[in-house]
C-alpha cells in the first residue's frame, strides 16, 4: 500500500472560509477511500490558524507547484501580506503579496510551464457582514473585499478587451461547495485512470473500525463524526447562526425540528467537531464542551455543574479553584452571573495549557440536548424551568460561554410560558432542523457503509442495489429517518462475512417499514407470560403524552430503582436494555441509573407499543396533568396550597379511579400525596351543591364549627355578589343564521358545513371572565399572564362548570355556558363574511388580538402565518375589552383567548351544536372556538371549530357566561 502513488492536492484559502477548506478536507478523504486501490490522495494545507503557532504557514508547506490539483478558495479577503524579501509573485512580480497571491501565482506558473498543477477556484457569493462600531475593522474589511476584486479582474478580465478569460465557481453555501468539489475532483481523479463514463472505481480501504457505521437509535457522539454525513449544509448554517448570535452578544442557538429529524446528532457530531478545529470561529482556537440533558439530575442547576466539571469541560480547572458541584450549583441558581468568574478564569489556564497566543481565545461549548425535557418531568416546575433559562442566558451573555440546545418542534408552543426563553432565541437565535434532501439521503447511506467497507448487494434479477432500494423508500418520507438508521444497523448486524448489505436480510427484517416492529416483538416473544405481563406498566412509567386527541406520545426519563430488583418488570426492562436488544437505554451507573426509550420512533412503529399507548391515552393525559398540578400544589405557599387541590366533582372522581388502576407502576408519590390530600379535603366538607344561600351558611357552620364555615361561605357569597354586579351582559335577539362556512371561504375546514340554524334569544357576557372574576369566586388563578383585567386561562371545561355552579347558588340568576350554535351566532353580529370585521386582514388589528407584524417579529419561524397589523400586543393577552365590539356589542369574539362552549364535538354537527353536554359525560370532546392571540389566522374565524378533552387545562383558553332569569 505504502508503494501506491500520491496525488497531492493543495488548499489555499485566507482564514474567512475555514469552513469551506473542512469540507475540502473532508471531500478529500472521502474520494481517497474511493480511489484507495489506484492511489492514495493527500491534502496539503496549513491545517491550523496562526493561533497555535508562531511562524508563518508558508515557511513549513510544500509549495502549490509541485502538488498536481490547488484548489483556491476565495470570499471577503485575501489574507495578510507576506515578507516582500521572501515572497513575490512568481508571475506578476508584484510585492507584496498575500499568502492567497503567493500560492495562486505559483501554481499558474507551473501550470503554464509544465501544464502542472490543474488549479480550481472557487468564489463564496454569501453576503460580507461587518461592524460599523469599529471604523478600523470596518476599513480593513473595506480593503480586503476591494483585494479580492482587484485580484479576480486581473486574473480573469482580458486588460486590454474586457472579455472574460474564466470564470471562478461561485456558492452560496457549503453544502453546494461539497457537491461541486466532490464533481470536479472526481472527474479529474478518473480521468488519471481514464476510466470510461460510467464505470465504476474498484477497490476501497476500511476507515472505520470502531464497531458498525450506523448508529441505529442512538443518536451519533463526537467520536462518531467520521461517519456523519448528509448535513453540511446544516453545519455550515448552525456555525453562522451561532457566530451571529455571539456577535450580538448572546451566543444562544435553539435548534429544533421534528422527532427523529437527527438534531441532536447534528450538534454533538458536526456542529461540535467543526467547532473545535481551532480558528472555525474567529479569534478562538480551543474549545471545551459540555452535553447536559435536563434528566440528568433532579436538580437543573446541578445538571449544569456536572456538565461543567465533566471530562471533556473544565474539571481540573475549577477543581484546582475549589469549586464543586454542590458549590457551582449553588452560583448557578443564586446568582447565575457570578459562576461566570470560575467559568473564565477555568478557559484562561486551559488556554495556557493548550499554548494559545496572545489574541487567541478559548470557549466553553455548552449543548443542552432534548429541551422539551424541561416540560416532561414531573419534578420539574414552573419556578425552576424559569430559573434554569436565566442561567441560560448569562452563560450566554458572558461572552466565554456558547449554549446550543436541541428541542422537539411539537413542543415548540411551550415557549410561550418562558418569555424568557422566547427573547433569548429570538431573530437568528432560532434553527429549524428540516428533512435532508434527496442526495444527502444518499450519502445517509452510502458514505459510512464505504468508510467501513461494506457493498450493497445488487439483485440477482433487477440489478437494483440495495442502496437504492433503501433510498427510494426512505425519500418518501423525511419522518422515516430513524427507521433508515435502524434498518442499516440492522443489516449491519446481519451482514456477510464479506461485508455485504443483502436482499435476503432486508426481507427478513420486515423491510424498512417494518423492521422496528419486528425487532422490538421478536425481543418480546424472548420473555415469559409474567414479564410480558409487565409491558403495559413499563410504558406508563416511560411514556407521556401530550394534551388533546392529537396529542403525541413522548418518551421520558424515570428513575431504573422503580423497576425493583428481580421483578418481572425489571426482568423485562433489562432485557430491552441488553446489547442485543438496544430498545432502551440507561444514562448513570448504579442507584442514580435513568433509562428512558431510545428513541420515540419505537413508540410509533412498534403496533404492541401503539396499542398500549393509545388505550392508556386518557390516563396518560390525566396523569400529565396531575403531575403538573402536584408540582403547583407542592411550592405554593401554605396558605395558598388549598386552593390547589383537586375540587370535588369529575376530576377527583377519574384520579382516584386512576390511583386505583396504576398504584406502584405510573405514579408518582407526588401525585398519590395530591390526590389523597384531595380526597381528605373533600371529605371534610358537605355537598351544597343544591343549598340556598342562608342554608349553605348554616350547614357549613355546623360542619366547621361556626365562625369558620359562616366566613368561608360570607366569602363566597360576597364573591359572587361582587362579580355579578360587575359583569355585563349584551341581549342577543332571537333569529337564524346560515352556520358554518361556504365553500368559497379561504382555510375552510371540511367540518364546518354550511347549514341554516335558529336561535332564542339570550344575554351574553360583554367580555370574556376576566382573571378578577375568577379569583372572586374560585379563590385561585392558574393563568400565565396574571392582570385583574386580563382574561381567565387555564381552566378546564369542569372548572368552568363550578365556577357557573358557584355563580348560581350565591346568584340572582342562572348562569351557563353558550352553546356552540349560540356562540356563533353572536361572534358574526349578523355578518356573513369570514370575520365580523370583514376580510380587510389590516382591519383585524382594530377587531381583535391576534398574530400580528409585533409577533412575528418577536418570535420568528414559530409564527407561520400573521395578520399584516400590529394591535399593540405582540406577545400574551390582552386585558378584556382592548378592541373594538362587533355588531352585537361584544368584544374579542375571535382572538386574545379561546372560548369554552357548553356543546359536545362532533365533525358533521348532529345538531349538538344546539345542545349542551353534560357534564358527567367524560367521554365527549367538547367545542372551544374563536382562537387566540398565538394562532394561525385560519383559526381566527367566526367559523373555524376546535375541540378539547373537557378536564384540559391549557394557555389562552377561557370563557364567557350567558345569563338567563330563574
Known amino acids: 500500500m505504502n508503494d501506491r502513488k500520491v496525488v497531492r492536492i493543495f488548499i489555499s484559502s485566507p482564514g474567512d472560509v475555514n469552513p469551506e477548506r473542512e469540507v475540502a478536507r473532508q471531500v478529500i478523504a472521502r474520494l481517497d477511500r474511493e480511489f484507495s486501490c489506484h492511489f492514495r490522495l493527500e491534502a496539503v494545507w496549513w491545517e491550523r490558524e496562526p493561533l497555535l503557532a508562531t511562524e508563518s504557514p508558508q515557511d513549513g508547506i510544500t509549495p502549490p507547484s509541485s502538488t498536481d490539483i490547488v484548489l ?91 472579455i472574460l478569460k474564466g470564470m471562478p465557481h461561485p456558492f452560496t453555501d457549503a453544502g453546494q461547495l461539497e457537491e461541486m468539489l466532490e464533481t470536479h475532483l472526481r472527474t479529474l481523479l478518473r480521468r488519471r485512470l481514464e476510466l470510461p463514463e460510467g464505470e465504476a472505481v474498484q477497490g476501497g480501504i476500511i476507515r472505520w473500525h470502531d464497531g458498525s457505521p450506523f448508529r441505529g437509535l442512538a443518536s451519533f457522539e463526537l467520536k462518531h463524526a467520521p461517519i456523519l454525513f448528509g448535513r453540511t449544509k446544516e453545519r455550515q448554517e448552525l456555525r453562522d447562526a451561532l457566530a451571529s448570535q455571539a456577535a450580538r452578544g448572546c451566543a444562544f442557538l435553539l435548534v429544533f425540528g421534528a422527532s427523529g429529524s437527527g438534531k441532536s446528532s447534528l450538534v454533538k457530531a458536526g456542529l461540535l467537531s467543526d467547532l473545535k478545529i481551532p480558528g472555525m470561529m474567529e479569534k478562538v482556537g480551543l474549545v471545551r464542551h459540555a452535553i447536559v440533558r435536563p434528566t440528568d439530575d433532579e436538580d437543573l442547576y446541578a445538571v449544569l455543574a456536572r456538565g461543567f466539571l465533566s471530562e471533556d469541560a473544565l474539571p481540573k480547572e475549577l477543581a484546582r479553584l475549589q469549586y464543586d458541584q454542590t458549590t457551582l450549583a449553588g452560583l448557578m441558581k443564586d446568582s447565575p452571573r457570578q459562576a461566570v468568574l470560575p467559568i473564565r478564569q477555568g478557559l484562561a489556564k486551559a488556554g495556557e495549557e493548550g499554548k494559545l497566543i496572545n489574541d487567541a481565545q478559548a470557549r466553553l461549548l455548552l449543548i443542552v440536548d432534548q429541551l422539551e425535557e424541561l416540560f416532561t418531568q414531573p419534578k420539574v416546575g414552573q419556578t425552576e424551568r424559569e430559573g434554569f433559562v436565566l442561567a441560560l442566558k448569562a452563560l450566554a451573555e458572558s461572552g466565554l460561554v456558547w449554549v446550543i440546545a436541541t428541542m422537539r418542534s411539537d413542543f415548540f408552543d411551550r415557549l410561550v410560558t418562558l418569555p424568557e426563553l422566547v427573547r433569548l432565541s429570538k431573530e437568528s437565535g432560532r434553527y429549524l432542523l428540516e428533512p435532508p434532501t434527496l442526495g444527502a439521503i444518499g450519502r445517509i447511506i452510502r458514505q459510512p457503509a464505504w468508510e467501513a467497507g461494506l457493498r450493497f448487494e445488487k439483485g440477482s434479477k433487477s440489478g437494483i442495489g440495495l442502496d437504492e432500494l433503501l433510498h427510494e423508500a426512505a425519500s418518501k418520507n423525511g419522518a422515516l429517518l430513524p427507521l433508515l438508521s435502524f434498518a442499516l444497523e440492522e443489516l449491519w448486524d446481519r451482514r456477510t462475512e464479506q461485508g455485504v448489505l443483502t436482499h435476503a436480510a432486508y426481507e427478513a427484517m420486515g423491510k424498512l417499514d417494518g423492521s422496528l416492529g419486528r425487532k422490538a416483538e421478536e425481543v418480546f416473544g424472548r420473555l415469559n407470560k409474567e414479564e410480558q405481563a409487565a409491558l403495559a406498566g413499563m410504558i406508563r412509567q416511560l411514556v407521556t403524552v401530550g394534551i388533546g386527541d392529537g396529542g403525541k406520545a413522548t418518551t421520558r426519563t424515570v428513575s431504573l430503582s422503580r423497576f425493583g430488583e428481580g421483578t418481572p418488570a425489571r426482568r423485562l426492562v433489562d432485557l430491552f436494555l441488553s446489547p442485543t436488544a438496544r430498545l432502551l437505554v440507561a444514562d448513570g451507573d448504579g442507584a442514580g441509573a435513568q433509562v428512558r426509550v431510545v428513541h420515540e420512533s419505537l413508540l410509533g412503529h412498534w403496533p404492541r407499543a401503539a396499542q398500549q399507548i393509545e388505550r392508556d ?28 387541590l383537586l375540587p370535588y366533582g369529575f376530576r377527583l372522581r377519574e384520579s382516584q379511579n386512576l390511583l386505583k388502576r396504576w398504584t406502584g407502576e405510573g405514579l408518582e408519590p407526588g401525585v398519590v400525596e395530591y390526590i389523597e390530600a384531595s380526597v381528605s379535603r373533600i371529605q371534610k366538607q358537605f355537598n351544597r351543591q343544591q343549598l340556598t344561600p342562608l342554608l349553605v351558611l348554616l350547614v357549613v357552620s355546623l360542619l366547621f364549627g361556626g365562625y369558620r364555615g359562616v366566613m368561608w361561605g360570607v366569602k363566597m357569597y360576597r364573591g359572587v355578589q361582587a362579580v355579578e354586579e360587575a359583569m355585563e351582559f349584551v341581549s342577543i335577539p332571537k333569529g337564524c343564521f346560515q352556520m358554518g362556512s361556504p365553500e368559497t371561504e379561504m382555510d375552510r375546514n371540511e367540518d364546518e358545513k354550511q347549514h341554516e340554524v335558529c336561535v332564542e334569544g339570550f344575554d351574553l357576557g360583554k367580555f370574556e371572565v376576566t382573571q378578577w372574576e375568577w379569583e372572586q369566586v374560585m379563590h385561585s388563578n ?79 419561524k414559530a409564527v407561520g402565518a400573521w395578520f399584516g397589523c400590529s394591535d399593540g400586543y405582540a406577545f400574551g393577552v390582552a386585558p378584556a375589552g382592548s378592541f373594538k365590539a362587533n355588531a352585537f356589542g361584544l368584544h374579542d369574539m375571535l382572538g386574545n383567548v379561546w372560548e369554552w362552549t357548553c356543546s359536545a364535538y362532533v365533525s358533521g354537527y348532529d345538531r349538538l351544536e344546539k345542545n349542551c353536554a353534560k357534564t358527567e359525560d367524560a367521554g365527549s370532546r367538547r367545542v372551544i372556538r374563536g382562537g387566540g392571540w398565538f394562532n394561525h389566522p385560519a383559526n381566527v374565524r367566526s367559523a373555524y371549530r376546535r375541540y378539547n378533552v373537557p378536564d384540559i387545562r391549557f394557555d389562552s383558553v377561557g370563557f364567557r357566561l350567558a345569563r338567563t332569569y330563574p
Open 72 to 162: 483556491v478558495i476565495l470570499w471577503s479577503r485575501l489574507g495578510s501580506f507576506l515578507s516582500p524579501e521572501k515572497y513575490q509573485g512568481k508571475v506578476t512580480g508584484k510585492t507584496p503579496v498575500t499568502g492567497t497571491e503567493w500560492e495562486f501565482e505559483d501554481a499558474v506558473k507551473s501550470h503554464r510551464e509544465r501544464n502542472k498543477p490543474d488549479v480550481l477556484l472557487y468564489r463564496k457569493q454569501a453576503e460580507i457582514t461587518a461592524s460599523l462600531s469599529d471604523d478600523d475593522v470596518f476599513e480593513q474589511k473595506r480593503l480586503q473585499k476591494k483585494m479580492v476584486e482587484d485580484f479576480l479582474k486581473t486574473w480573469l478580465v482580458e486588460e486590454s478587451t474586457g
Open 617 to 644: 391515552r386518557q390516563d396518560l393525559q390525566l396523569r400529565g396533568r396531575l403531575e403538573q398540578e402536584a408540582a403547583w400544589w407542592r411550592i405554593a405557599e401554605e396558605e395558598n396550597r388549598e386552593e390547589f
Open 782 to 860: 392558574l393563568s400565565p399572564h396574571k392582570k385583574d383585567k386580563n382574561p381567565a386561562e387555564i381552566v378546564s371545561w369542569f372548572e368552568v362548570m363550578e365556577f357557573a355552579k358557584y355563580m348560581n347558588w350565591f346568584g340572582k340568576y342562572r348562569y351557563r355556558l353558550p352553546t356552540e350554535a349560540e356562540w356563533e351566532y353572536a361572534a358574526r353580529g349578523g355578518t356573513k363574511s369570514s370575520r365580523y370585521w370583514g376580510e380587510d386582514e389590516k382591519k383585524a388589528c382594530q377587531y381583535a388580538n391576534v398574530p400580528d407584524i409585533d409577533l412575528k417579529s418577536l418570535m420568528g
